[in-house]
Structure formats: C-alpha cells, structure tokens
C-alpha cells in the first residue's frame, strides 16, 4: 500500500480524487532547490512533498548546495532583517549575496525549479525554459524595509511565489499563492510515541519523569525566545515542582545556533529541573519528547509557521505558543491551545494548563482535529495542484 492509499485509509482524506486531480501533470519534471544550512522545517517540508509528488507520477528531485562561509554569513545577515525590522544589511551586501547566489549551480533541466527561501533566489536571473517558484518559509511582515525593496524586483520575476498567508509579506505586484505548510501523519516525527517507549528515551537522555514536563523544541535561535522561556518556567517551577526540556538541533555549522546553545546551557548550570539538548537529528527522540509532554511550548519573539506547534497539536497536547508569525493560525486561544505575550503571559498560561487537566485535554482534542481538517499533507498537494496548472 502506497502513502497516499493509507491516507485514505488511516484518515479518509480523499487521496483517490487527488490522484485523478494530478493525471494531466503525470511526467511534468520538478527540481527542488535548498541552499545552504540544512533548516529542518524546510528540509521537512521539501522532503515529503517531493515524495508524494513522485508518488502522483511527477517527476522530483532536490538538490541542497553547499555553501561558503562568507555566503552563509550574508545569508543569516538577510534571514535575521527579515524576522526584525531594525537589522539592517547594506547595500553593498544585498548585492556581494546575489552575486555569490548567482555561482551556486543547480540541475535547470526541469519544467519547475522550486526554490526554497533566499539563499538559491538568483536562480530565476538564470535563463532558461524552466518555470520558476519561489517559496519563502517565514513570515516577512516585519522584514527591514531596504531588504525588502531591494529583492521586491526579484520577487517580480518569478512565475509564482509562494507565502502563507497575505499578512505574511509587504504589497508586492507578483503572482502570488497561499500555501500553508503542512505535516505528513505517516512519518515517524507525526507518530504518537506511547507511553513506556516515551520513559525510555527520558531515561536515556536523563530527564526525570517525576515532575510535569514542559517542553520546547526548536532551532537554537534568538527568535525563538528561548531565555525568556526559561525565565517564565522559573515562575512556574515556583509554584508546580516542574521539568523543563529545550531540545534543539546539534548544529556544528551554525557559529549562531553554539553560541545560544552556550548562553542557554550557563543561564540553567545548577538547575536540575531544565535540561539543554542539542539533539542529532532523531524524529523519534523528538516524537517521544512531544508525545509525553505535558505541556508543549513555542514562545518565539517571531515565528515562520511554527510547524513544532503543527506536531504537538497532532499528538493531542496542550500547547502554549506565542501569538506571532504562523502560530496563531494553529493555535485558537482557549480553542485549540493558549496564546501568550511575554515571560509572564506564558507561566501563565502554562500553569493553567498543569492545574487544569481537562481542560488540557480539551485543548489537546480540539487542536488534533483542527490540524486534521487544516494541516495534513493533502491539503498542501491540492494547492500545488492549483498552483502548477497554473503557471504550465
């Protein structure tokens, strides 16, 4: 049985119509393009939809280039103005970065070069016949205003670009579509870990599970507020006896994601009740974490989508976020979770949940159905559908 047949099995989610929807793009040859550091919400992302694309008898491939540390360098600079408007880059390294984009090389015998996010964008300057996508993975709403004017005429050139949601860019005169991004229930991050094989990966990492857990999973990133989220569970600790896990990405190329990750691990030396971890790359560690949680936490300053929050609401937790970027998309406050502000807000919120178990689990019900309904795989190939018919 093929994935898109369990889907239809598993969660009745309608996958034979989409397979005759797909008949008229059968054969029509896409390449996905990643460059840079290897972003783990992208590189989800990216890697099932090629695998259904395939499996809808596109043709797919994905290349990721490897990049110099003076491009990685520009390239976190840009990332950084987007997500605050007040990081500034000059002009003369708006411009070094296209350049060095520009060298990057890529497989352009296809009929859609999809490229993910800024790093690959000098691809559509390239001529050649193939249609060109592009998709930025992250709310762009606040981005500095320079940064924005000077890709804007870049944005123009391609045939199709991709956020998700209007608040989620400036005005921009190009052809625009909407896509949320969406999780794959199959995989094992998406799978419900019980609870006995949940206490042995707690044991193996050294956690404790006599205290509720609250727990954060996340790149180690400023924007991800991961101080203040230490600062608001010592409040909470203050009255629940409580854990408190931050588990993130083993990063070595990242000299950002280190230095956070050294920050963080001083800020908790002499706590026993919050444990660091800069995990390998394990969907199942990650499941297990978010499967046993009690409460799972996306505090972020600012937020892409927060496909973190898309996880834990699958599983059914009680999930507290913060209301910015893609999160309040998912998280409808006393709905499907609770929305916070700031360090206070959210021990706030927190501790409501830890005192008031049904309601946890009220939460926990509603969200998993809400991503259902929302956020699995086939809604996000249909809107590809639209997309590639589209722009062929």
């Not at 559509?124 to 709403?141: I, M």
């Not at 972020?300 to 929050?309: I, L, N, Q, T």
């Not at 999930?319 to 979770?337: A, E, H, L």
């Not at 946890?360 to 590809?384: D, P, S, Y």
């Amino acid at each position: 049985m093929d994935n898109l047949a369990k889907l239809q099995a598993r969660y009745g989610l309608g996958t034979t119509e989409l397979k005759e929807a797909f008949k008229p793009l059968r054969g029509i040859k896409i390449n996905f393009i990643t460059a840079g550091i290897f972003v783990s919400g992208v590189s989800q992302i990216v890697g099932y939809l090629s695998e259904y694309f395939n499996e809808l008898g596109l043709i797919c491939k994905w290349e990721n280039a490897e990049v110099s540390s003076e491009f990685a360098a520009l390239s976190q600079k840009i990332a950084n103005s987007i997500f605050s408007p007040l990081e500034e880059v000059p002009k003369q390294d708006l411009e070094r970065f296209l350049n060095l984009s520009a060298e990057l090389s890529f497989d352009r015998k296809c009929d859609i070069l999809y490229i993910n996010d800024h790093p690959a964008i000098s691809a559509v300057l390239q001529k050649d016949d193939a249609k060109k996508v592009f998709r930025a993975h992250y709310d762009a709403s606040l981005i500095n205003k320079n940064v924005w004017d000077f890709f804007a005429p870049v944005f123009k050139k391609f045939d199709g670009v991709i956020f998700a949601s209007p608040i989620f860019h400036r005005p921009l005169n190009a052809k625009i579509s909407y896509i949320t991004p969406t999780i794959d229930p199959l995989t094992i991050k998406n799978t419900f870990v019980e609870k006995d094989p949940s206490l042995e990966v707690l044991k193996k990492l050294g956690i404790p599970n006599n205290r509720p857990i609250v727990l954060q999973v996340s790149r180690f990133d400023r924007f991800k507020d991961l101080n203040g989220l230490i600062d608001a569970f010592e409040i909470v600790s203050k009255e629940i006896p409580s854990t408190l896990v931050i588990a993130g990405t083993k990063d070595t190329k990242d000299p950002q994601a280190k230095n956070i990750y050294a920050e963080l691990k001083a800020k908790a030396k002499g706590k026993e009740n919050i444990f660091v971890l800069a995990l390998e790359r394990d969907d199942y560690i990650v499941a297990s974490l978010q499967s046993i949680a009690d409460v799972v936490v996306q505090k972020s300053f600012s937020e892409s989508f927060g496909m973190a929050v898309t996880e834990a609401l699958w599983k059914a937790k009680a999930v507290v976020g913060s209301d910015t970027g893609g999160i309040p998309f998912q998280i409808k406050d006393r709905k499907t979770g609770l929305l916070c502000t700031d360090a206070p807000s959210t021990a706030e919120a927190i501790l409501k949940l830890l005192k008031d178990k049904s309601l946890a689990l009220r939460l926990g019900k509603n969200g998993r159905q809400f991503v259902q309904e929302n956020f699995l795989i086939t809604t996000e190939l249909k809107k590809h559908l639209e997309l590639f018919k589209k722009i062929l």
